[in-house]
């Protein structure tokens, strides 16, 4: 489904990622685990399309399509979702009218017919009550006076609503505790595991893959993947250290 | 769709009444003649007459230019222009330079492609973009009869209301027009406004007697042949005691003119318990991307909240003209007046806008709030000013104030400007200021959501204007949204 092949990428001049190479496959949900700077966030950033992150070399295939020569909203159009580490407050505008118009737009560039507002609303309600998300935080401005844990819980909402095939989701399960971070994993659950989707988790900690267990785990260190494995390779991770695994590696 | 429905049905019955206004009204004469360039005497006995005005008015135009001719433009205003030569310009009806269109194809496809992502349909286009004989299908094309019409007449003659063109007004019914004309703003006030006092062309008034609330919304957005009358407009609108009255004026469509000075003066009563909601869409032709044309337009708006419990709104989007200097304000003498003035003012390009507002509290336990959004793009300047003087005597007054500016790029400016003079201490004043810019993260979230840089653009910019553009009518605010991503069009990326 996603195919990445030797891809490199700098900013501002300084080289990040070196040469990745990765394929992820329909049905899969993969793990990306790496140490701080490894090049984990620009690797969704590049996915994303975010300016400023300009590819040097490589490929990115994307259901055959190439996702380098997309716009942003191309590759959203496409299907592509990317859960922000940091997600963005945009005052005045209401997460409602923020998922309608952004939902729309993608139809419009499928040849879809737009939802009406109560399509929409009916789409919400059902998707916020899987998240545990009630409909008063759908009418507040995107993100704006959200605490973290509500931020990553409000991108997971949008995910749903937004329904892509596939997800690159940032650390997402970072600033949550205990208890988000089962709401949001069982999320990713609900919204990604399926035969006709594939998702990229991208995550410091063992944690989040206790809820959703990933079928593939890749470690990612100065800018390329050094190690693939199952699930057993994050627990490794976990208990032994990066230095102690990619030095076995 | 109920409200839908509603919104056409009163705007056709609006259209309707501005329709049968004109079949008798000024608009057949206007078009054959005009005053020569330059502005003497003669000028202003030439427009007096071409209006069949009394001597009254003729000696008070009069009046209004001697005083003129001793004015200095002003030039405290954070605007830079070419000198303006007041001889080699027209002030009545400059011939036209371009002869009508004989079909929407001849339009200029730029104002063609605009019209269109406004949603305008095509009779109203037509109308705008001055296709021949369109006023007769635009209006055919929106009543089936010329019932409707009679019948909207019929309600606000009913209802009591009177709602004219000025020159009509000043024929019909002289010693209303004359009690109020030049009252709120009177006629040495400054450069621009006595100089329209001299050759105003036209304009409209309004009177809603005690105790009517008037029936609908009343709109210029329908008097179109705008061209003639919008240089150097003249609008009075007088609400008695406990009445109530929506004024919407402008249009969102991109309006063309070949006079580029253009000065308009409106004022506003409101007696007892009477509340006036004035709304504005101001569109004028901003200039091209490199700061070539677009209209200069000073415009002083005034209010003057006479009675107690009276209340005035301000609302404006200003997203045209090459220079804007208008300042909508409120003289606040009644207890316990209110006066509000919520603006959006876009500049991009070249483009220059000095507004804001004057909150003069003189009754007691009077307030004010303004609510004041610029917007800058390009190379763009934009700039708040705003004055709240509180009187010794007026005690418990309050008002709130609040600024904010957003800047898209690196090469436009935002100034903020508020001058506060209190006399009396136990007012209070409250001012806020933010500046921020549009940010990429912002951008780049809300496109790898699905919109594109546009949309995106228009989405943000829409949440930033919000808190004003809620306190538009309904029909006005959906196309001011769009107005505002047209204008921004071209400035990110």
Redesign the interface.
């Known amino acids: 489904m996603l195919k990445i092949e030797n891809l490199s990428a700098e900013i501002d001049g300084k080289q990040i990622l070196n040469g990745l190479t990765l394929e992820v496959a329909k049905g899969e949900v993969h793990a990306i685990m790496g140490p701080n700077g490894a090049g984990k966030s620009t690797l969704a950033y590049v996915l994303?399309?975010?300016?400023?992150y300009e590819v040097t070399g490589g490929s990115v295939s994307f259901d055959g399509k190439d996702l380098l020569d997309m716009?942003?909203?191309e590759?959203?159009?496409a299907g592509l979702?990317?859960g922000?580490q940091y997600?963005?407050?945009?005052?005045?505008?209401s997460n409602v009218?923020?998922?309608r118009?952004?939902?729309n737009?993608?139809r419009k560039?499928r040849g879809d017919e737009p939802l009406t507002g109560g399509e929409f609303l009916k789409l919400a309600k059902e998707k916020a009550g899987l998240l545990k998300l009630d409909m008063d935080m759908l009418k507040r401005?995107v993100n704006v006076g959200f605490s973290g844990g509500e931020k990553k819980r409000a991108e997971m909402v949008?995910m749903g609503i937004?329904d892509p095939s596939f997800a690159v989701l940032d650390e997402t399960d970072s600033g949550l505790d205990i208890d988000a971070l089962r709401v949001v994993g069982e999320g990713i659950n609900a919204i990604m595991r399926s035969p006709d989707k594939a998702a990229l988790l991208i995550t410091h900690y063992q944690r989040l893959l206790e809820v959703v267990k990933p079928d593939r785990v890749s470690i990612l260190a100065q800018g390329r993947i050094v190690k693939t494995g199952g699930a057993e390779l994050a627990e490794q991770l976990e208990n032994e250290g990066y230095d102690a695994v990619m030095e076995a590696a | 769709m109920n409200e839908q429905v509603d919104i056409q049905d009163r705007e056709a019955r609006e259209a309707a009444a501005k329709a049968a206004e004109y079949e008798h009204g000024w608009s057949s004469d206007i078009e054959t003649e005009f005053a020569e360039k330059g502005l003497t005497e003669d000028t202003v006995r030439f427009i007096s007459a071409k209006k069949n005005e009394p001597q009254w008015m003729l000696d008070w135009r009069l009046k209004a230019f001697r005083l003129w001719q001793d004015m200095e433009e002003p030039d405290w205003a954070k605007l830079g222009y070419p000198e303006i030569d007041y001889q080699n310009a027209y002030y009545y009806a400059a011939p036209k330079k371009k002869a009508e269109l004989e079909s929407l194809d001849e339009l200029d496809p730029e104002i063609k492609r605009v019209y269109d992502k406004l949603g305008i349909p095509l009779g109203e286009q037509e109308v705008l973009a001055g296709v021949k004989g369109a006023r007769k299908v635009a209006v055919d094309a929106v009543f089936d009869s010329v019932s409707v019409a009679t019948s909207f007449r019929e309600e606000l003659k009913r209802a009591g209301v009177i709602f004219l063109s000025i020159s009509e007004a000043i024929r019909e019914y002289p010693e209303l027009v004359k009690k109020w004309l030049g009252k709120v703003v009177p006629q040495k006030d400054n450069f621009f406004a006595t100089l329209n006092c001299a050759v105003f062309s036209d304009g409209t008034f309004v009177y809603i007697p005690e105790g009517v609330r008037c029936p609908m919304e009343l709109s210029t957005y329908f008097r179109i042949n705008a061209e003639n009358t919008g240089q150097f407009e003249r609008t009075l609108i007088v609400a008695e005691k406990g009445s109530y009255v929506s004024y919407l004026e402008g249009c969102t469509a991109p309006m063309r003119d070949e006079n580029q000075l253009h000065a308009a003066v409106v004022e506003l009563v409101a007696m007892e318990d009477a509340e006036i909601k004035y709304s504005t869409v101001q569109n004028w032709y901003p200039g091209d991307e490199n700061g070539k044309g677009g209209i200069y337009n000073f415009v002083t708006k005034r209010a003057l909240c006479q009675g107690a419990r009276s209340k005035v709104s301000w609302t404006q989007v200003e997203t045209g003209s090459a220079v804007t200097w208008k300042y909508p304000s409120c003289v606040l003498n009644g207890e316990d007046s209110v006066g509000e003035f919520y603006s959006v003012a876009v500049t991009n390009n070249y483009q220059q806008a000095d507004t804001g507002t004057k909150m003069i509290h003189n009754g007691k336990g009077s307030r004010s709030t303004i609510i004041s959004k610029g917007i800058s793009a390009g190379k763009s300047n934009n700039t708040y000013r705003g004055l709240v003087r509180v009187a010794a005597n007026a005690d418990g007054v309050r008002n709130r104030t609040e600024c904010d500016s957003l800047l898209i790029g690196d090469a436009c400016g935002a100034h903020t400007v508020p001058y506060i003079e209190v006399k009396n201490p136990g007012a209070q004043i409250e001012h806020e200021a933010t500046t921020s810019k549009i940010s990429d993260d912002q951008l780049f979230y809300s496109m790898q959501r699905g919109l594109d840089e546009e949309e995106a653009m228009a989405l943000i910019v829409n949440g930033f204007a919000k808190d004003v553009l809620k306190e538009l009518p309904m029909e006005f605010a959906v196309e001011a949204q769009k107005l505002l991503a047209i204008s921004l069009e071209g400035s990110v990326g």
């Open positions: 994303g399309g975010r300016p400023g716009e942003p909203h590759r959203a159009a979702f990317l922000f997600p963005v407050e945009i005052p005045g505008v009218q923020f998922l118009e952004a939902l737009s993608q560039q401005n949008q937004l």
